[in-house]
């Protein structure tokens, strides 16, 4: 796909250049510095849609303990859960990075949106994440008749890392053969292969689209104890060579951002392994425009979708 074919959304093009100056100093800070930049940099009451309950816990599971927000309407029927994973490179990002997509979730459909505030990365490096990811969901399977909750019908959801953290869970949960049924995954321009940054998007778009090739250079630095795990298929899902039994899987790309082609050819490779899979790529977006919906009508448009997309795994 030619850069010359696309033409980059006005909106975000102004967000780019008004948050320029904001992060040209970024790579100064410290990371509990980036870590509260960008948790609220995007996050405003605009995006804040209201939603019954929003209530925050830490969980106890097979000896961990991680923090979760559970958004749901008041509503008596059974619930289909959708557990959403955020972004940030397993560096950076918290219960707050997707509060506001979250929210838009439990408010459009009848479900139970489960957030998790995995351990991040370099105090707890690969696979501290997965852990996390894996015991919530084990978690919910096992909380369904308490928390009224359909374990037959969950959604995996997830951007950047997130998506990343979705395709591996969803792999490791089927190898455990546990209760529970994950009926769809939805990675979000997800991370798919961190054996090489070599794409024709990392060449195109490696600088000043919102994520740079030296960022996630970096994110592998410190996710990774070396670089030879990043050749695992539960570090770069692209690898993976046995996908049966695999979920129905929506792969959704940026145009502008360094991460389309390796998740086109995610979603290439499920398609030609017989996985019942969809691209959707928004091709006017740069990556984290998730975040952006305040301020470009496009991505407002694709979030949107993305909702629905997500409301339709059950109907």
């Known amino acids: ?14 967000l780019i250049k008004k948050f320029r100056s904001i992060f040209k100093n970024f790579v100064n800070l410290t990371l509990d510095e980036k870590r509260s930049t960008l948790d609220s940099i995007y996050m405003t009451d605009k995006q804040k849609t209201p939603v019954d309950t ?39 990002g918290s219960l707050d990075s997707q509060d506001a997509l979250c929210r ?20 707890h ?11 919530v969901l084990e978690w919910t399977t096992s909380k369904a008749e308490v928390g009224n909750w359909d374990i037959r019908q969950i959604v995996l959801a997830g951007d950047s890392a997130g998506g990343n953290l979705a395709a591996v869970v969803s792999k490791l949960f089927r190898k455990k053969n546990l209760a529970g049924k994950i009926i769809h995954q939805i990675l979000i321009y997800p991370v ?35 670089e ?12 993976e060579t046995d996908f049966q039994g695999y979920n129905q899987t929506t792969v959704i790309t940026a145009g502008f951002d360094v991460l389309r082609d390796e998740g086109m050819k995610f ?14 790529n928004f ?31 059950w109907i």
């Open 192 to 226: 798919t292969d961190l054996s090489q940054f070599n794409t024709q998007s990392y060449q195109s778009y490696g600088t000043g689209y919102c994520l740079d090739k030296k960022e996630m250079m970096w994110f592998r630095k410190l996710y990774l104890t070396n």
């Open 1 to 14: 796909m030619d850069k010359s074919h696309q033409e980059l959304s006005p909106g975000t093009a102004q």
């Open 104 to 123: 838009l979730i439990a408010s459009r459909h009848e479900c139970v949106v489960i957030s998790v505030g995995y351990r991040l990365a370099p105090e």
């Open 283 to 313: 091709d006017s977006l740069t990556h984290s425009f998730l975040r952006f919906t305040e301020y470009d009508e496009n991505a407002m448009d694709a979030v949107s979708q993305i909702v629905e997309i997500i409301g339709s795994s």
């Open 267 to 280: 979603y290439a490779k499920l398609r030609d392994n017989g996985v019942k899979t969809e691209l959707i």
């Open 54 to 92: 929003v209530n925050d816990k830490e969980i106890s599971w097979n000896g961990l303990s991680i923090p979760i927000r559970i958004y749901h309407m008041n509503l008596m029927n059974r619930l289909p859960v959708v557990l959403y994973f955020h972004g940030g490179g397993w560096v950076l």
């Open 125 to 135: 490096r690969y696979p501290a994440a997965i852990e996390d990811c894996l015991a």
């Open 228 to 239: 030879n795990e990043s050749s695992n298929p539960y570090v770069s899902p692209l690898l």
